[in-house]
């Protein structure tokens, strides 16, 4: 099955019609491309977040049972395929609905929700802590470049860490997979790393070799128990020639493509630097049709300024949108927080801001803006997170983006927040949509103004402080690592049923930088709906459930029923954790929908809380 906007058709045509006189004159060999879009589209804005009566149930006290009132109905459709509407869960979890945390660590995590994690004990050199992903199962992915205690070199690192804090011992050695992007590497970076539907981590950075003095992508793949996957480009890591020449490479963010593929976005070339993206096969061979024989290489801004990325993302529809800091076409200093989209074969997409791109001043004047991150929202659109200064005081800085690659008007002013998250310095690093909000990690001063924190804030959708976080300020501070020095908050990762992760590199007196970790508890849960349950007039269980109301235009999957009342029926089901169809529509049919309602029934001893169901619509053509 294809996904929705994610259908290709490349064609390279070439006739053959023997062979020319010796005397004759030959041109060079010609490709004639096209990219094809998918008629395939789904339209789920009548199903915004939060709608009372739609999205929203409301306040409720415990013990009760009820469903929504009005439809929450999606459009979709193809002028020339079938089409199949599909719904699962965001987080993959298995629990459907589950409570927003308030700024509460989990003790269940090394006993107060933080630990140190020093890789190699007596290592002496820095580990960071900007690559981490939480499985589905709650384990927490750790990959950082760090030694082995002899200063022989440095090398890529992935520490696996259970729910509870302690190193899985299945995983490489003792929890630590140790390994060198190639055989004779000097130094190792990890920037990114990224987990493959079957459960594979993938790790990227740069390395230079022994011979070499520039640094080039790299990338691994490891089995699930940390040893390198010798089915991904016949080793299990690879340095690739992304750009000829000696330039400094590095991969920034991994992206696992929902056709499979992998792509590794990142910053190449120097004097100037440029975004550029590769994408590889399952197998890590490259895929030639994508960019110019399998690498995109973009600038932004013109003469001597240099482009770097940051962050990337993948779209439903299968196109990349990558995110980072520009310089001015003077080359000087000063920055400007910037956004990218490639089109599903690699080129810049000129539906996003005409060219494909966009530069962000999101304070004007002559202080540096930096996009640091970048995630999608509901709607299809675009979140940057990153840093701004007025007056040498630094902000956290959000920039929301419309699909078409114009700010919102309607988030902050002209589509840009600036939140100090502390009364004095923050520079916002990483985020996470959790549910409905937006979690930040960043940096930012103690209360003495001496050393830099681990500051997290969590937000609304329309970047106001969420008050019912940090007891009530929408931030909070952590120290770590008490004894530390420095504690640089850089990645926030969303974990199952409303947990994250945040994760620092925290300065260790004799031993470098550790990375930190801290945990977050995803609070109460309510479980899935399943048919065997008593009515929903019981109150000795928790569920939650999604009713097909009716369809247009399309055949139901799930048994549709026009009253969708709360109780037991066909007509019930539980919002699965992997994509199902719930409606089909045939081929040339554009104006086909389905209408949902959702039920929930809570326990007498509900906790109380915020509780949310995130939930994703996708249209595929068969």
Not at 36 to 50: E, I, N, P, R
Request: charged content about 10%; proline content about 4%; glycine content about 14%.
């Amino acid at each position: 099955m294809c996904p929705v906007a994610s259908i290709l058709l490349a064609a390279a045509l070439a006739a053959g019609l023997g062979h020319a006189p010796a005397d004759a004159a030959s041109s060079a060999g010609t490709i004639v491309g096209a990219e094809v879009l998918t008629a395939v589209t789904v339209d789920a804005t009548a199903c915004a977040s939060g709608v009372a009566g739609r999205t929203d149930f409301g306040a409720l006290l415990p013990g009760v049972a009820t469903v929504t009132t009005s439809d929450c109905t999606v459009g979709f459709g193809s002028s020339n395929s079938a089409t199949q509407l599909r719904l699962r869960q965001e987080d993959g979890a298995g629990v459907a609905m589950w409570q927003e945390n308030r700024g509460t660590l989990d003790t269940g995590f090394s006993a107060d929700g933080m630990l140190a994690e020093p890789f190699v004990a007596g290592a002496t050199t820095m580990t960071t802590a900007e690559a981490v992903v939480v499985q589905p199962d709650g384990a927490i992915v750790i990959a950082s470049a760090c030694d082995s205690g002899g200063g022989t070199g440095i090398d890529a690192c992935v520490v696996r860490l259970l729910p509870s804090g302690a190193r899985d011992g299945s995983f490489g050695s003792g929890g630590l997979a140790m390994f060198p992007f190639v055989p004779g590497a000097v130094v190792d970076a990890v920037t990114s790393v990224a987990l493959q539907p079957d459960g594979k981590i993938l790790v990227g950075g740069s390395c230079t070799g022994a011979a070499a003095t520039n640094m080039d992508f790299c990338l691994a793949r490891l089995l699930v128990d940390g040893t390198l996957d010798t089915s991904f480009a016949g080793t299990g890591s690879m340095r690739p020639v992304v750009v000829a020449g000696a330039y400094d490479e590095q991969v920034d963010e991994l992206v696992v493509s929902r056709n499979g593929a992998i792509v590794a976005a990142g910053t190449c070339g120097s004097a100037p630097a440029a975004f550029c993206a590769a994408r590889f096969t399952s197998s890590g061979t490259i895929d030639t049709a994508y960019g110019t024989n399998g690498v995109t290489t973009v600038r932004l801004t013109t003469g001597t300024a240099d482009n770097r990325v940051s962050a990337a993302v993948e779209q439903p529809d299968g196109r990349l949108v990558l995110a980072g800091s520009c310089e001015d076409s003077a080359g000087t200093t000063m920055t400007d927080a910037c956004v990218l989209r490639l089109t599903i074969n690699g080129l810049p997409d000129t539906t996003f801001s005409g060219d494909g791109h966009i530069v962000i001043a999101t304070v004007p004047g002559t202080e540096p803006d930096l996009a640091a991150d970048v995630d999608l929202l509901s709607g299809g659109s675009i979140l940057t997170t990153g840093s701004c200064s007025v007056a040498g005081v630094g902000g956290n800085c959000y920039v929301r983006l419309t699909s078409t690659g114009i700010p919102d008007a309607s988030f902050g002013t002209g589509g840009i927040v600036r939140n100090v998250v502390t009364p004095n310095f923050s520079v916002g690093r990483s985020t996470a949509v959790v549910g409905s909000r937006i979690t930040t990690a960043a940096w930012c001063l103690d209360a003495a103004l001496t050393n830099i924190e681990t500051c997290v804030s969590r937000h609304l959708l329309d970047g106001s402080f969420d008050t019912t976080f940090g007891g009530g300020t929408g931030w909070m501070r952590l120290s770590l690592a008490p004894a530390a020095g420095n504690e640089y908050g850089n990645v926030v990762a969303a974990g199952p049923d409303g947990s994250f992760v945040v994760g620092s590199s925290c300065e260790v007196a004799g031993n470098g930088n550790d990375t930190c970790i801290a945990r977050f508890a995803g609070g109460s849960t309510v479980s899935q709906y399943t048919p065997t349950t008593a009515d929903w007039s019981s109150v000795g269980t928790s569920h939650f459930a999604a009713c097909l109301h009716g369809t247009v235009n399309a055949a139901p999957t799930w048994t549709p029923n026009g009253s969708c009342a709360v109780g037991n029926g066909a007509w019930w089901n539980a919002v699965p954790t992997t994509a199902t169809i719930i409606a089909s529509a045939t081929s040339g049919e554009t104006g086909a929908s389905a209408s949902l309602r959702f039920g929930l029934r809570t326990r007498a001893d509900q906790s109380p809380g915020r509780y949310v169901a995130p939930i994703v619509f996708d249209a595929i053509a068969p």
